[in-house]
């Protein structure tokens, strides 16, 4: 992958070729400088030497994924009878039509009604934070949700909420054993969720004591006990034991299985390398138009962006504090006064307000922005980063629809608490002219891959449970 990249430099020199097969993914493979002064023009020149600088390298596609295994995840992924009243399913916030988020600033649980943007709270309640997209994450990101709570290092040891799964000798090492994801660790948490799948208490998930016995009704009900002589569902005992050929009694399956299954079925479904922008990094340099250009010069440039915006997937993959403005909701576990992001996980005075770096491929598809969906468009989100501390200060809730504008957190003291924890790069107002903003935008919009736009093709026909496909 690392060869398109020299390709388009158009040079032969050994040393270039040495320096190009290194994966970069923090400082730059090679210094395009050198390599193609004269070649490209000017701005091509400029953009490529900041992206390089950036650690920017073309995105590996998704790798191939077990055929089974798939087609298993496929249907956990879309079935509701992973959710303790059957009314929920990972695609009622995760929408094929709406980029795999759902276009809700913060997403709505199990007794919501109505589905996308439309969807409203009904007799549940809002989950307390925006729905992420689910693009290109498999093995390129290591740390899951807006506040890092599910990770899996490179040597295998998984940080969860489950202390069960982590450590370098967990006790729960049956299922941490199919975890050979952060993703896969990640699908194990939206069935544990009081407000996201749970449902209402007189259901035996709901009921459950805890996680793991959470995760023991719901593989009751879908391959059953005894052997899966008792309960079960077919369909499902035929895909689970397709998927795990080497599993022989259907007692020793649990929910790490279905979480394997799903992970696969995400990184197949979701991938989306094909971006304007992921053409020009491969060496297209006409898939940019000047004006995308002239944004990604500003985005790696003058405008810090890529300080934490970088690497392939444009993340560091850390924890920092934007001052992004606070939705709470009517409901919900962080509706409390306001969500302090990383610090909830650790508890950290200095993790205070941070959240992690999103990544930014085909963000357009998945308004409302950051951790509470406060922001309606990329313009607004481009405009904030001119002056977080003001933005934070002055925000207005502008675009968002009205049930979600009227809860924006207004109290001043947290207000000023999010401008204090404000990373140090943000701290200096940036200059952005109109021209320069909307640049900014057209550079973000380069991001979006035009697949990811319809993914109607990933949902089945049909689910085991007979449930109907949201
Ligand atoms: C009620 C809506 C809802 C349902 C149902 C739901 N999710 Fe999510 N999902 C969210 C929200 C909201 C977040 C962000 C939560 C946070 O960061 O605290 C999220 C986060 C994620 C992430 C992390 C993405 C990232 O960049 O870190 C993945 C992956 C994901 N969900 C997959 C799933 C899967 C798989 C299921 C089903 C097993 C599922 N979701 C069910 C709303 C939902
Ligand atoms: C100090 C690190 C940092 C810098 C600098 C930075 N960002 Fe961000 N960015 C973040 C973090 C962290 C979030 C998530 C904030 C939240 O959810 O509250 C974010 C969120 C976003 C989002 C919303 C993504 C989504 O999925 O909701 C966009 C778009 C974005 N940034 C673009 C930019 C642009 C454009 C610039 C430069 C003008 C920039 N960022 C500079 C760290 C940074």
């Known amino acids: 992958m690392a060869r ?27 210094d395009p400088i ?42 956990l992924f879309f079935d509701k009878e992973l959710s303790g009243n ?37 007799t549940g309640n809002f989950v307390g934070r925006n729905a992420p997209p689910l693009f290109n994450l498999g093995a390129k990101i290591t740390k899951y949700f807006w506040d890092g709570r599910v990770s ?24 941490a054993s199919q975890l050979t994801t952060g993703l896969a660790a990640q699908a194990m948490f939206p069935v544990t969720s009081d407000l996201e799948m749970r449902g209402l208490p007189g259901n035996p998930v709901r009921d459950a004591a805890n996680n793991q016995a959470v995760w023991a009704v719901l593989m009751s009900r879908l391959v059953g006990t005894n052997n ?36 696969a079925f995400e990184t197949e479904s979701y991938s989306a390398v094909g971006s304007p922008f992921e053409q020009y990094v491969k060496g297209n340099t006409g898939a940019l138009t000047p004006e995308a250009k002239a944004g990604g010069i500003l985005f790696f440039g003058k405008a810090n962006c890529s300080t934490c915006h970088n690497g392939p997937m444009l993340t560091d993959n850390e924890f920092h504090g934007v001052a992004s403005p606070q939705i709470l909701g009517t409901s919900g576990y962080l509706n409390t006064g306001d969500d302090t992001g990383r610090n909830v996980v650790t508890g950290q005075p200095g993790d ?34 001119t002056n977080p501390s003001n933005a934070q200060l002055n925000f207005s809730a502008q675009g968002l629809r009205p049930d979600f504008a009227f809860t924006a957190d207004l109290n001043f003291a947290h207000k000023t608490n999010r401008i204090n924890a404000l990373d140090p790069i943000l701290r200096q107002p940036l200059v952005l002219s109109a021209q320069e903003k909307q640049s900014l935008v057209a550079f973000l919009m380069s991001l979006t891959d035009p697949q990811a736009r319809n993914l109607t093709g990933s949902a089945p026909a049909s689910v085991p449970s007979g449930l109907s496909i949201d």
């Open 4 to 30: 398109s990249l020299c390709t388009w430099m158009f040079v032969l020199i050994a040393v270039f070729s040495a320096s190009c097969s290194q994966q970069s993914h923090g400082g730059p493979a090679v």
């Open 34 to 75: 050198f390599l193609i002064a004269g070649l490209g023009t000017n701005q091509d020149l400029q953009l490529s030497t900041s992206m390089s600088r950036a650690g920017v390298t073309p995105l590996a596609p998704a790798p191939p994924q077990n055929a089974a295994l798939v087609t298993l995840g496929r249907a």
């Open 86 to 122: 059957r009314n929920i399913a990972c695609s009622t916030c995760h929408l094929r039509n709406s980029g795999t988020s759902d276009g809700l600033s913060l997403s709505i649980g199990w007794g919501g009604n109505g589905l996308g943007a439309v969807r409203t709270v009904g």
């Open 152 to 175: 899996r290092a490179d040597n295998g040891i998984l940080t969860t909420p489950e202390p069960a799964l982590n450590g370098a000798s967990p006790t729960r090492a049956d299922i």
């Open 228 to 263: 899966g002589t008792v309960g079960g569902l077919p369909g499902y005992r035929a895909l689970f034991a397709a998927a795990f050929p080497t599993v022989t009694n259907f007692d020793n399956f649990n929910f790490g299985h279905a979480a394997a299954a799903i992970a």
């Open 352 to 385: 205070m307000y941070k959240f992690r770096t999103p990544n930014l491929h085909n963000v357009e598809l998945s308004a409302p922005f950051t951790h509470s969906g406060a922001y309606a468009s990329l313009n607004q989100v481009v405009d904030h980063y």
